[in-house]
Structures are given as structure tokens and as C-alpha cells.
């Protein structure tokens, strides 16, 4: 079936002919042959029964008669019908009466008796019926009839049947062989475009020959070849015109990619430009910072050690104001490099760890002697709810509140300037603090208040006059504070003081060292009266002693305060502690303090006075039985330690000064010696900074660029190095570098970087040059000192093997011998005689040991020994012990080595006790001594 379907249509067409008209040929030959053989046969039939019924008739009577003969003359009559093979006559009893046969044919098997009927028998036809006579069987007659004519006709006619259907088969092959093409053709014709077709060959056309179905399949083949043809060049028109565009963009694409770069290019250029003129714009500010302040260092410098000497009271006017000047010209260039770091976007905040309360205590410090001259009352004041322990920028704070508290005090000539911190919000890792500064000052007009925070903005055109300043500070706090994630804003009316306010949003310290609030405090529970005048102070004190859960009163006046502890200790409740403010109206804070010490019922309460920092009379507090004074505005950690010593003291004399009392670092440059390296290229600079340093007891060499630093650390070890970071040859950065190189890991010298640089990322940049601290020029006698504390006494500085400290000369010695005595020439005397005889008793040493006299050394050794521990040469001394240890054994290397050492000693120890006595002498000059 397959392979038919497989097969050509002009095969399957000619076969499906053929096969059909071959069918239809077989059907009516069949039909036909059995036509004929049933006609035939019933006529056969008929006419042996007619033959039957005619010699049935005619051998009846003979049958009857029993004439044989006649019978078998009836039935001879017989062989005139060519198809009668046989025919026997029974009797009524069966037995053949008469028989015919054809020759060589068996009569009696061929017509045997049967019963009356019709028989067709293998190839034979028999018939059998009765003989009757009157009605009545007298016996039967057969007769057997051969059927070759009928077969003979019947082979006749499937032999013309199958001639007809040869011939009609191959007549019908050979016609729709012919015949079919008209079909076929057309269709192969169609098959043969289609193939092509699929070679995109779309202009072919099919060729109509009819108008049949093959015609108008035909005619749509074509007219879809037509459409096809038509899309296909519009397709091809549409690529082509894709195929343009394309290229034309890409030919635009190409441009605009060549003419961007080139923009690029520019780009990076003026990109490159503007970095460079920033970069020059920064180095300029840099420079320029550098280039005022060095000559504004040698001003306050060379002012402050002016300061320090013997001067006429109209010279000593003459340089304060110069000092005075020199600071208000570098607040100026402050805000001026502030607000040009600002307008560059050079401004950033560090987030540090810090403590508030040492951020306020140190405003308030900064701008006490301010105030302390203005005779009004500063004050803070921290809520007991605000966390100490923050994260933020401790610097940028400190720069917001020194500005707007400054303000206050310069706009203020009595009253008070109080700063208020309180909470505003907190979150686990966040506060926002609410900030206030309000002052009794002048006040603002709402219309001017307006105008304020913008740069140059002053409240009225004669401020400037009166005031001075730039109306650059508030400017300048607003954007810290906006920093600071904060707002700022000021109330106030003309005449009426203002608030300066402003909120900052800090960080928590994750871990604060120190517990907010110690479980137990020391002043739990105490008793504590406090009598000012002034209520703003009483309410700060009262809310101080509140946080440290002390239980704290307060008296107006004198005379109130000196009744209510009568009162108390009447009641069986004394109080402890009294805080007297000094000044007071009526009965000053003196007056109160004697009236006290003078009521034995009261005289045991320990009193704390708070004292202003000007004309304060230490002696005659003391003398009034005042155990600590403190000098206002109060810091809070220091009231805290005064209120604790008192109570310690109780009774006992004592001072506690807010310049020298708890914070020992403060005290550090005092007396601090040893010998300094000032790395610094400018003249006056150096000598500003090797006068400080002597002022405050060091020895200090210079040298003038990075290599002659190295030469000198070369020579000996420093205590300490100042490293300027600009100078010619080779600047500080490098010239650190190379100490740190050379030191390697067995030496560490310290240190400090002096830089005018006041640019961000400066102190960044000398700790990662490997200097261990930094200090903004101008260089301040106080900040020399704090540096010298931190660094010469430092573990750091003490653990340096190849740097020891040159703690030469103890001024604690000296000063001790000098005892109370204001009178310093006892204890100069001393300075002179030891300075005489040393170098002498240093020549006899010498001559001992060169005569290896050992007796002599030792004596010698111990008479300098006792001398040099007298007048605190510590060093000195336990060299010489040194010395007379080793002679008392006879190691004469060993005491060549000291001696060489104690000579070498020698001088820096003379220049640091004359540096000390002059120190004396100018400490005792103001008093007119
Ligand atoms: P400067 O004080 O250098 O002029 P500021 O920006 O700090 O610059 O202040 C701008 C102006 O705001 C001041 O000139 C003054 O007129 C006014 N001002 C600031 N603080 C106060 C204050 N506490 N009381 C009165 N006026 C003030």
C-alpha cells in the first residue's frame, strides 16, 4: 500500500484505470457465465421432461401389453437426441423392462431406478417419473442426459469472456495511459515549479492548459506566487532599506563614539584642571595658613615670654594688648580657614569616642578667665539624664559651644552666661542633646535675628566697632551643627540677653568604660549646703549635687546660710559641706566662712569656697579655715573631687585651684626637664620654642631641616623631638620616616609634629609619617606642656632604652626648700653655692681617679652626692653614688665611664637650675619682691 502511495500519479492513475475497468469486465462476464449456466440448465431440464412426458406417453401401452419389443422400439427412437445417454423402463415391480443406450455407455448405471424427481450427478443430468395408465403406476422410467454441450458453451464463453477482459484491460491501460496525462501533467508540471519554488525562486508561473479544478488550482498557485513574489521584494526593499539605516546610524554611531571620546578627553582634562586648581587652591590655603601663622607664632610667642619677665606695668599693658590682639587676629584666621574649608568642601567630622563632660569642662576652662574678667557668672550645666559616654566629633562640638558661649561673654557685661545641655530624644545607639547658651547680654532684634548664620552677617553696623569680629562664627556653626545631623536658632529680644540654641545627634559608645552612674557615690547621703547669690549657679550646684545623690540645700545669703546650719546642727542633722560663692551682697562669702569657723556648734562643716579667678586672696581664704577653694565657672568633675577632698580634709587647710587641681595632665610641663630637639626651619620660631621649652624646664637643641635632625638624633637620644613638617632639604615627614627607619624596632624617640597646616587630614598624615602626636601652630606654653607631660613622662618615653628621660633636676626640691617662704634668695643662695662648687669638687674627683686615690674618690663623690640630692639633681646624685660605690671596690673603667658621664651632665643641669631660679625669681617679682 505503501509503495503505492509512493508511486508516481501517472501511475497510480493508469493502474487505478486499469484495475477498475478490468473489474468492471470480470463483474458482468460472471453475471453473464451464470446467466447462462442457470438458463441453460433450465432448459435442459425442460426439455427432458417434455421428452419424458412424450415416450412416457408412447411406452404406457406397451408397458401395459407387456410388448417388449415395441418398448424397446420407443426407446431406440431415442438416439435421435444426441444428449441421451441412457433411459431404462421399469415394470411396476422395478425390474428393467426395456433400456437404450448410446455405445459403450451402461444403460442400468447410468438411468438406475429412483424415485420421480430430477438429478444433476457428476457431469450427467437424470430424471425419473412414473409410467401410468388410467392413473395407476404400472411402472417408472428414467432417463440420463450428458451436459457437454453446456459445458462446451459454457467454456466458450469464459474463454471469450477473459479474450474481452485481455483485451478490454490493455485497450483501458493503453487509453488512460494516454488519457490520464491530462490530468497528471498539469499536476507534475505544478510539483516540478513548486521544487523551484523552495530555490526562492519566485517568479515562476504554473501554465494553464484548463479551466477544471487543475485550472484554478493553477491560477491560485500563481496568484499566491504572485503575492509571495511582491512580499518577497518588499522584504528585500525593507532589508535593503534596513541594511542603509544601519549602516548610516553605525556611520553616526561611529561619529558621535569619536566625538565623545574626544568630549572625554576634554572632560578629564578640565577634570584634571579643576583637581589641580583645587589642589592649588588648598595648598594655597595651606600655605597661606602656614604663612600667617608662623609670624602670628613668633607674635604669641615672643608676647607670652615678654609676659613671663620683668616689665613696667605701662610695658606690660603695651604687650597684653599685643597678646590679646595676636589671639583675636588668630580666632579670625581661624573662622576665615574654617569657612574657606567649608566653601571647598574640605570640612569633615570624626566619630571618636569621647566623654561630654570633658568636652563642657574644657570650654568652660577655655573661656573662665574671660568671664573671670567680665566679673559675671559662666556656668554649665549637664542634665543628670544626658549619657556621657558619646561618639561624634568632640572637636567640631567644642568649636560650637567656645563660639556661641564666647559670644555671649563679649556680648554680655553683667549677668550670667549659662549653658544648658539637656536630652531632646535617645534611641539605643543615638541621643540628640539640646544645647542653650542664654546670656544677660545686649539681645538681638527679631529683624536682625533673622539675618544671622549667614556669612559676614553682624547683628547692626556698629557691632563691629564695639565688638569686633567677622560674622563669620555663627555662619560657620550652623554648618557644623547641620553636620552634627542638628538644627541652630536663636531667641532673645534687644536688652533682654539671648539663647543661643542648637541640637546635635550623637552616637552611643557601644561599651562606655565607666558605669553612667557608679552604684555607690561617695557623696550619698552628705549633707550639703549651698550659698550663692547668684540662682542660677544655686540651681546648677543643686542639680550637680542632686546627680551625685547628696542631699543639698540652698541659702540665698550669707546670713540665711549661716542660720540654716545652726538650724541643722540644732536639729541633730548637720550639714557636712558648705559651697560658699565668695561674692556675695552683705556678708561675703569671707565673712560667712569666719562666722562659721567662729560657732563652735558649726565649725566642723567643711567649707568649699568658690572663688573668680582675678584678685583672689589664697593666704586669707585659708586663714578664714576654707578647706578647698575652687575657682568659678565650676567644672563639674571638679566640684565632684573639691567636694570629696573637703569632706576628706575636714577642716584641714587646703586649695584646689581649677588650673592645677585634678587634671593632672595640666600640670605636667611644670618642672618637667630633659632634653627637647626642635626640628624647625624658621628663626624666630625656633627661638620661640626653645624659650618655651626652657620656661618649662627642658633643655632644648635646634636643628634647622629633616637632615640636620638626623644628624642630631645621630649625636645623642631625645627625650622628645618637635618636628616642623615644612622645611627645605628634607621636610618632617620625611625626616620621621627615616628616624623610624633607622630606630627599627628596638628604639622609639617620640615625636610631635608643630604644623601651621590647619587642614583636615594633616594630623592624619604626621601619624601615618610615624609621629606619635600633633600640635597646631601657634605653639601655646600650655599646649607644649601638656605635650611634654604626655610624651616625657609617658610609659612610652620611659621604656625607650636608647632615650631615657633627662629628668636632671627635681624642682619639687628646690621649691620645697623654699617652703612658704615667699621670699625666694635662700633658696637661690643655694642654686649659686652648689652651682660654684660643683665644677670644682667635679676637678678634685678627677685628679682622684687619674691618681687612683680611692679615698679620695670617695669622699670626694659622697660630698656631691649629698649636694646634688639636696638641690634635686636626682641624676646627678646617683651617679656620683654610682662612683663612690665603684671606688670603694677599685673599678676605676667603671668610674672613668660615670665620671665622664657626670661631666657631660653637668652643663644641662646648670642651665636647668638657672632656668629654675630665674623661674623663681620672675614667680616672686609680681609681688613686688
Ligand atoms: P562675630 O561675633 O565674629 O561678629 P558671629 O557670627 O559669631 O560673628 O556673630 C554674628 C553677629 O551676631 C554678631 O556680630 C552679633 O551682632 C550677633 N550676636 C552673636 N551672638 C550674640 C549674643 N550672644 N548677643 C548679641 N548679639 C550676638
Excluded at 545669703?557 to 558648705?578: F, K, V
Excluded at 659622697?862 to 639633681?873: K, N, W
Aim: with cysteine; proline share 3%; charged share 25%.
Amino acid at each position: 500500500m505503501q509503495t503505492f502511495r509512493n508511486l508516481s500519479i501517472r501511475k497510480k492513475l493508469a493502474i487505478i484505470n486499469t484495475g477498475v475497468n478490468a473489474l468492471a469486465l470480470l463483474l458482468a462476464g460472471g453475471g453473464f457465465f451464470a446467466y447462462e449456466l442457470v438458463t441453460s440448465r433450465s432448459t435442459m431440464s425442460k426439455d427432458l421432461l417434455t421428452l419424458a412426458e412424450m415416450v412416457g406417453t408412447h411406452i404406457a401401452p406397451t408397458l401395459a401389453l407387456a410388448d417388449r419389443k415395441d418398448a424397446q422400439v420407443t426407446l431406440s427412437m431415442l438416439s435421435v437426441n444426441e444428449h441421451i445417454l441412457a433411459a431404462v423402463l421399469y415394470d411396476s415391480a422395478g425390474q428393467p423392462f426395456a433400456s437404450y443406450a448410446r455405445p459403450g455407455v451402461n444403460a442400468l448405471a447410468e438411468a438406475p431406478l429412483r424415485a420421480p424427481g430430477l438429478y444433476f450427478d457428476q457431469g450427467d443430468f437424470d430424471l425419473a417419473r412414473e409410467v401410468l395408465v388410467d392413473g395407476k403406476r404400472i411402472g417408472s422410467l428414467s432417463l440420463c442426459s450428458d451436459m457437454h454441450v453446456l459445458y462446451a458453451r459454457l467454456e466458450l464463453y469464459a474463454a471469450m469472456v477473459a479474450g474481452m477482459l485481455l483485451i478490454s484491460t490493455a485497450l483501458a491501460f493503453f487509453l488512460s495511459a494516454r488519457l490520464q496525462r491530462v490530468i497528471s501533467r498539469p499536476i507534475s508540471h505544478l510539483a516540478a515549479i513548486a521544487r523551484r519554488v523552495a530555490t526562492r525562486d519566485y517568479s515562476v508561473r504554473a501554465v494553464k492548459e484548463s479551466d477544471d479544478e487543475l485550472g484554478a488550482l493553477i491560477d491560485g498557485f500563481n496568484e499566491m506566487m504572485g503575492q509571495i513574489a511582491e512580499r518577497d521584494q518588499a522584504l528585500q526593499e525593507g532589508h535593503d532599506q534596513l541594511e542603509d539605516r544601519v549602516h548610516e546610524r553605525t556611520r553616526e554611531l561611529t561619529h558621535e563614539i569619536s566625538w565623545r571620546k574626544r568630549t572625554e578627553e576634554d572632560l578629564a582634562k578640565a577634570c584634571d584642571a579643576a583637581l589641580d586648581s583645587s589642589r592649588l587652591k588648598s595648598e594655597f590655603l595651606a600655605n597661606m595658613s602656614h604663612e600667617i601663622r608662623t609670624p602670628m607664632n613668633a607674635i604669641l610667642g615672643m608676647t607670652g615670654i615678654l609676659l613671663d619677665t620683668e616689665l613696667t606695668a605701662e610695658q606690660r599693658e603695651f604687650a597684653e594688648t599685643v597678646h590679646s590682639s595676636g589671639d583675636i587676629l588668630l580666632t579670625i584666621l581661624n573662622d576665615i580657614l574654617d569657612f574657606s574649608k567649608i566653601e571647598s568642601g574640605k570640612l569633615t567630622m570624626e566619630v571618636i569616642d569621647f566623654e561630654l563632660s570633658d568636652v563642657v569642662d574644657g570650654v568652660i576652662d577655655l573661656l573662665a578667665e574671660r568671664a573671670a574678667k567680665k566679673q559675671f557668672e559662666l556656668a554649665a550645666f549637664v542634665a543628670p539624664d544626658v549619657p556621657n559616654h558619646l561618639r561624634g566629633d568632640p572637636g567640631r562640638l567644642r568649636q560650637v559651644l567656645v563660639n556661641l558661649l564666647a559670644n555671649g561673654i563679649k556680648f554680655t557685661d553683667r549677668g550670667e552666661v549659662i549653658l544648658t545641655i539637656v536630652k531632646e530624644s535617645e534611641t539605643d545607639e543615638e541621643v540628640v542633646l539640646h544645647c542653650a547658651v542664654r546670656d544677660t547680654g545686649i539681645g538681638i532684634s527679631e529683624e536682625a535675628q533673622r539675618r544671622l548664620f549667614q556669612p559676614f552677617m553682624q547683628a547692626d553696623g556698629s557691632t563691629t566697632r564695639k565688638y569686633g569680629g567677622t560674622g563669620l562664627g555663627l555662619a560657620i556653626c550652623k554648618v557644623l551643627v547641620h553636620m552634627m545631623g542638628g538644627t541652630i536658632g536663636v531667641q532673645g529680644a534687644p536688652r533682654q540677653g539671648s539663647t543661643f540654641w542648637f541640637t546635635v545627634r550623637l552616637e552611643k559608645q557601644i561599651a562606655p568604660q565607666v558605669a553612667e552612674s557608679p552604684p555607690a557615690h561617695p557623696l550619698e547621703g552628705i549633707r550639703l549646703l549651698i550659698v550663692d547669690d547668684n540662682e542660677t549657679n544655686r540651681n546648677i550646684l543643686h542639680h550637680q549635687a542632686a546627680k551625685w545623690r547628696a542631699r543639698a540645700d540652698r541659702a540665698v545669703s550669707g546670713r540665711e546660710g549661716l542660720s540654716m546650719l545652726r538650724h541643722a546642727q540644732a536639729a541633730g542633722d548637720p550639714y557636712r559641706i558648705a559651697v560658699i560663692d565668695m561674692h556675695m551682697p552683705e556678708m561675703d562669702g569671707l565673712m560667712l566662712a569666719e562666722a562659721i569657723k567662729s560657732d563652735p556648734a558649726i565649725a566642723a562643716t567643711a567649707l568649699v569656697m568658690l572663688t573668680s579667678l582675678v584678685n583672689r586672696d589664697t593666704e586669707t581664704i585659708r586663714a578664714a579655715g576654707v578647706a578647698v577653694q575652687l575657682s568659678k565657672p565650676v567644672k563639674e568633675s571638679q566640684l565632684l573631687s573639691c567636694l570629696v577632698r573637703a569632706m576628706r580634709t575636714d577642716g584641714e587647710g587646703g586649695e584646689l585651684d581649677a588650673r592645677t587641681a585634678p587634671a593632672p595632665q595640666r600640670t605636667g610641663g611644670e618642672g618637667i626637664v630633659g632634653r627637647v630637639l626642635v626640628v624647625e626651619d624658621n628663626a624666630v620660631n625656633q627661638r620661640v620654642a626653645v624659650l618655651m621649652l626652657r620656661g618649662l624646664g627642658c633643655r632644648a637643641d635646634v636643628a634647622a631641616n629633616g637632615l640636620e635632625a638626623l644628624a642630631a638624633l645621630e649625636r645623642r637620644a631625645y627625650g622628645l623631638v618637635f618636628m616642623d613638617c615644612q622645611m627645605p632639604e628634607m621636610d618632617g615627614y620625611q625626616a620621621t620616616r627615616e628616624i623610624r627607619r633607622r630606630e627599627g624596632d628596638t628604639r622609639h624617640t617620640s615625636i610631635v609634629a608643630m604644623t601651621a597646616h590647619a587642614l583636615e587630614g594633616e594630623r592624619e598624615k604626621c601619624l601615618e609619617a610615624g609621629m606619635d602626636d600633633y600640635l597646631s601652630k601657634p605653639i601655646k606654653k600650655q599646649g607644649v606642656a601638656d605635650v611634654l607631660a604626655r610624651w616625657i613622662a609617658s610609659p612610652a618615653a620611659g621604656e625607650s632604652a636608647a632615650a631615657p628621660p633627662e629628668q636632671a633636676l627635681d624642682p619639687t626640691a628646690l621649691e620645697s626648700l623654699r617652703g612658704s617662704d615667699a621670699d625666694p634668695s635662700g633658696v637661690l643662695d643655694i642654686v649659686h653655692v652648689y652651682l660654684e662648687e660643683t665644677p670644682s669638687l667635679l676637678s678634685q674627683l678627677g685628679e682622684a681617679v687619674d691618681a687612683r686615690d680611692a679615698g679620695a674618690a670617695s669622699r670626694t663623690a659622697h660630698a656631691l652626692t649629698g649636694s646634688s640630692d639636696q638641690v634635686g639633681a636626682a641624676g646627678f646624685a646617683s651617679r656620683c653614688r654610682e662612683i663612690e660605690g665603684f671606688a670603694g671596690s677599685g673599678e676605676w673603667d667603671a668610674i672613668e665611664g660615670s665620671l665622664e658621664q657626670l661631666n657631660d651632665q653637668f652643663e644641662p643641669l646648670r642651665e636647668e637650675m638657672q632656668a629654675l631660679s630665674r623661674r623663681i625669681r620672675a614667680e616672686a617679682a609680681p609681688h613686688g619682691l
